[in-house]
């Protein structure tokens, strides 16, 4: 069995409320870097929905779960929590993946 480049693959939806889209994307991108910096952090990438402008897709890579629940303790992803009340239309979707196969 091949080892796969990373343990975890998590990805992450966020639904900015009418008029707050630009607010997301600019909280989204403030972590973007400091998380691409951290230990265990393969990859870190954010997207926009084609269907629905008001949706932000963040897709990461991440080592082991460890260091991902790591992350979430960092300084930037506690001040992007704390700012997202009013900017969000709806809890975000943040699912979690382990690889099973890949190239």
Known sequence: ??????DLIVIASAKAQPGKEKVLEQALLEVAGPTRLQPGCVSFSLYHSIDDPMVIIGFERWASSEEHDQ??????VQIL???????LAEPPKIISYTVINEE
């Open 1 to 6: 069995m091949k080892k796969s480049k990373s």
């Open 71 to 76: 992350h979430l303790k960092g300084a930037h």
């Open 81 to 87: 929590i704390s700012k997202m009340g009013p900017i």
